[in-house]
């Protein structure tokens, strides 16, 4: 059975940080593109970042560039968030792909279909 497990959400201030982790299991980690979506409340699913296997570059989304950074290994997901912002506010969802969508420029929004394996999400909330 395929697993990503979230970890890490909870309530900051803005200027804050955070720490996302995600353990994957059930599929073969190394052979996905793994990543971070998120949805705010009343709005729709937007790509935060991928990581493509192999290389392991990452590709953020243009709203988090310089203040998120990530990073895979052990088949593990990490999403460091930093000057954390209000508009930050949603359930981050870890995701596996064999080809993650296109992140740079922004918002990326994608059916649900589009992405293999969707954890189950962590709540993140930035107060103002």
């Known amino acids: 059975e395929v697993q990503l497990q979230a970890s890490g959400g909870g309530l900051v201030q803005a200027g804050g940080s955070l720490r996302l982790s995600c353990a994957a299991s059930g599929f073969n980690f190394d052979d996905y593109d793994i990543g971070w979506f998120r949805q705010a409340p009343g709005s729709e699913r937007e790509g935060v970042l991928c990581i493509t296997k192999g290389d392991n570059s990452v590709h953020y989304t243009d709203s988090v560039k310089g203040r998120f950074t990530a990073s895979r290994d052990n088949n593990t997901l990490y999403l460091q968030m930093n000057s954390l912002k209000p508009e930050d506010t949603a359930v981050y969802f870890c995701?596996?792909?064999?080809?993650?969508?296109?992140?740079?420029?922004?918002?990326?929004?994608?059916?649900?279909?589009?992405?293999?394996?969707w954890g189950r999400g962590t709540l993140v909330t930035v107060s103002s």
């Open positions: 995701v596996a792909d064999p080809v993650c969508p296109q992140m740079e420029g922004g918002p990326v929004r994608v059916g649900i279909r589009r992405i293999r394996h």
